[in-house]
């Protein structure tokens, strides 16, 4: 496993931008595929975006063009870069990592950060 400490949330009117990250331990956090989910308030957790080791990236439909995925393996971090913000992209996003892309993608990781408060304002 690896740990996760997320950062970049926080409060931003609809149509701005936001940038999280997610910093991870461990040498071998190369190796892991990564992504991003998120949970609002009486909902279930869903996903949001990944990225595989190799950089390979998915994009749920209700981000897919305004999100952006990447990760920079020399800093060991995961970033999104959320555009053109929505009041429904009001949750908590979180972090998950996994050295299998087929437990991540559903969200069974084995790792997952803290969680990171994003609230969009219309």
């Known amino acids: 496993q690896v740990q996760l400490v997320e950062s970049g949330g926080g409060l931003v009117q609809a149509g701005g931008s936001l940038r999280l990250s997610c910093a991870a331990s461990?040498?071998?956090?190369?190796?892991?595929?990564a992504g991003w989910f998120r949970q609002a308030p009486r909902k279930e957790r869903e996903f949001v975006a990944s990225?595989?080791?190799?950089?390979?990236?998915d994009y749920a439909d209700s981000v897919e063009g305004r999100f952006t995925i990447s990760r920079d393996n020399a800093k060991n971090t995961v970033y999104l870069q959320m555009n053109s913000l929505k009041p429904e992209d009001t949750a908590v996003y979180y972090c998950?990592?996994?050295?299998?892309?087929?437990?991540?993608?559903?969200?069974?990781?084995?790792?997952w950060g803290q969680g990171t408060q994003v609230t969009v304002s219309s």
């Open positions: 998950a990592a996994d050295p299998s892309y087929a437990r991540l993608r559903p969200g069974d990781s084995g790792s």
């Open positions: 461990g040498r071998t956090f190369r190796w892991y595929a």
């Open positions: 990225i595989s080791w190799s950089g390979g990236v």
